[in-house]
């Protein structure tokens, strides 16, 4: 049997539908996040992603092919990384960190947005396939959001290092770059949804109760 979202094509049409809904929802998370980046470093003086074409609400242009596949094949992956000249931006400590912060911040805002929507859609004729990516779209946001705060190269959390630790902790940031790819496969390997559900459920239940939502979970 096919593990992975790929799976869900055993279910038939309402599989098929199921995987076209996961599948949107993954596509505009990732892509709207990596643009955010490129938004986020553009705005403090670094023309480099707009050069390469990275200032783009188009999905297609961050989605990275390997990345993308094993997102269907295994259920993890990556978007195209958004390159960037830390010494080009207007704050040389907290610029890097501020363009880190600013794809999850952008998943945050997706799933706010995608939470209201769905308040919207209960007032409304009752459409299950409007659910059912409604869903789809907060919780993949939500999870990129907490997954990507991990402080373990190349994650975005890792950026964030440069803000908090000392310059004499400045060796912590040399060995996760270092050993950060096995510590994240590692994290992989236990499974990121049982590690990270009770923070992703945090999240969630705080997005619900700014939008005026029951927690719907999971």
């Known amino acids: 049997m096919t593990s992975g979202p790929l799976g869900l094509l055993q279910g038939g049409l309402p599989g098929l539908i199921a995987f076209l809904l996961l599948a949107l929802s993954l596509v505009l998370a990732i892509g709207l996040h990596e643009y955010a980046h490129a938004l986020a470093a553009d ?4 023309r480099l992603p707009r050069a390469m074409g990275r200032l783009t609400v188009n999905p297609i242009r961050h989605l990275d092919p390997l990345g993308t596949a094993l997102i269907f094949i295994a259920g993890f992956g990556w978007g ?5 000249r830390p010494e080009a931006l207007s704050s040389r400590r907290f610029g890097a960190a501020i363009v880190a912060l600013a794809g999850p911040m952008m998943n945050i805002m997706l799933a706010v947005i995608g939470a209201l ?3 919207l859609y209960l007032l409304g004729p009752e459409l299950e396939f409007v659910q059912a990516f409604l869903s789809q779209f907060i919780f993949i946001n939500l999870v990129l959001a907490v997954f990507n705060l991990i402080p373990v190269p190349p994650l975005d959390g890792s950026r964030l ?3 908090f630790l000392p310059p004499s902790k400045q060796k912590v940031i040399y060995f996760l770059d270092r050993y950060g790819f096995l510590i994240l496969l590692v994290v992989v390997f ?3 949804r049982t590690l990270f559900n009770p923070i992703i459920e ?5 997005v619900f109760s700014v939008t005026g939502l029951s927690y719907l979970g999971r």
């Open 117 to 119: 929507s769905y308040r």
């Open 190 to 192: 236990l499974g990121p």
């Open 43 to 46: 705005l403090q003086g670094d």
């Open 202 to 206: 945090f999240v969630a239940r705080i």
């Open 80 to 84: 195209k990384p958004v390159e960037f």
């Open 161 to 163: 290092l440069t803000i």
